[in-house]
C-alpha cells in the first residue's frame, strides 16, 4: 500500500475514498478501464507499470469493489479480465474533474496537446464534470468522449460498467 | 515524492494532475484549507502526520501554486501561513467528488456518522460535484457547507482562495 495511514474507519468520507482512490495508479487504471482495457498486457504496456505493481494494485481494486474479473477463453487455458463495476464506473465525476483541471492547471508544454470533455448528446466539450455545462444533461460515462489532439481519429468513446 | 514515475509531460491530463493531486497527504491538506486552516501546526495537529511530511507537502503546494504563504506576526518573530490560490481552490470538484464517492460507496461503519455537501443558496444537500443537484446553481466554495454529523454545530461553512 502506498498510504502512509489506515484511513478505512476515518469519519471523513473523503479520506476514507483516498484510502483507495488516494493511490495515483489506481487512478490510471480506472482511466484505462473507461478507455476500454480490459486485460492485464494492456494495462502493463499502455501504463508503463511494473507487472507486480500492477497486480497488486488490480487485486486491491477488486477487493475494493472497483472492477470485477470475468474469466475468457485464452487459446490455451482460462484466464481473467477486468471490467468496471458500477462502484468502480461512479468514480467518472472525480476522473473528469481531474482532467478538466489538467488542462487548466497544468497545460502540456506543447499548447496543441490536450484533451477536452465531449458530450456526445449534444456535440459539445464540457467544463464541469457532473453535467455538461454546454446544455446541462448528466455527463453520463455512455454519451461521453475523450477529445485527444495527438489521436487519430481524435474522440474515443469511453466504457462504463460492464453488464 | 510518493509517485513512481514523472508524470509532468504526460498528454493525458489525468495524469499530469496526478501528480501533483495523486498523493493522499495533499489532499487533505487541500480538504483542510477549504476548512479554514491556514497554520503549519494546526494542519499538523488536526492530519495526525509527522512534521517532515507535512512540510514536504506545503512547499510542493506553493511549487505547484496550489497554496501561497502568507507572512504573520507571531509574538516574537515572523511566520507564514498558507492559503488557497484560485488554482488550489478550483481543485473543489475533485474533493467534493471524493466526498460524495466516499459516502455512497465506502460508509462509515457507524451508519449515523456521515458528511454531506450542503448547498446553503438553497438549503438542500447535493450529492453532485459541479452544480447543485437540488437547485441546478453552480456550487461554489462559498456557498457550500460541509454537514457532519459527529460535529456541533454540525454545518462548516468552507473557505476559498483568499483575496
Redo the contacts between chains.
Keep these: 500500500m502506498?498510504?502512509?495511514?489506515d484511513?478505512?474507519?476515518?469519519?471523513?468520507?473523503?479520506?476514507?475514498?483516498?484510502?483507495?482512490?488516494?493511490?495515483?495508479?489506481v487512478?490510471?487504471v480506472l482511466?484505462q478501464a473507461f478507455s476500454g482495457v480490459r486485460r492485464f498486457e494492456q494495462f502493463r504496456d499502455q501504463l508503463?507499470v511494473a507487472e507486480n505493481?500492477l497486480s497488486k494494485r488490480l487485486s486491491t481494486m477488486v477487493d475494493a469493489?472497483l472492477l470485477r474479473r470475468v474469466p475468457y477463453q485464452d487459446q490455451r487455458r482460462t484466464r481473467h479480465e477486468y471490467v468496471l463495476t458500477e462502484?468502480g464506473a461512479?468514480?467518472f465525476?472525480?476522473?473528469t474533474?481531474?482532467?478538466?483541471?489538467?488542462?487548466?492547471?497544468?497545460p502540456?508544454?506543447d499548447p496543441g496537446?490536450?484533451?477536452d470533455i465531449v458530450h456526445r448528446s449534444c456535440g459539445h466539450e464540457s467544463t464541469?464534470?457532473?453535467?455538461c455545462?454546454h446544455c446541462?444533461q448528466h455527463l453520463t460515462v455512455e454519451a461521453t468522449s475523450w477529445r485527444?489532439s495527438?489521436r487519430d481519429p481524435q474522440d474515443l468513446k469511453l466504457t462504463g460498467a460492464a453488464a
Design positions: 502506498p498510504l502512509r495511514s484511513w478505512t474507519g476515518e469519519r471523513c468520507p473523503i479520506a476514507r475514498s483516498l484510502e483507495v482512490l488516494g493511490d495515483p495508479w487512478m490510471l482511466r508503463g505493481v469493489g462502484t461512479d468514480t465525476p472525480i476522473i474533474a481531474l482532467a478538466q483541471w489538467g488542462e487548466r492547471h497544468r502540456h508544454a496537446i490536450r484533451m464541469t464534470a457532473d453535467f455545462s446541462g485527444k495527438w
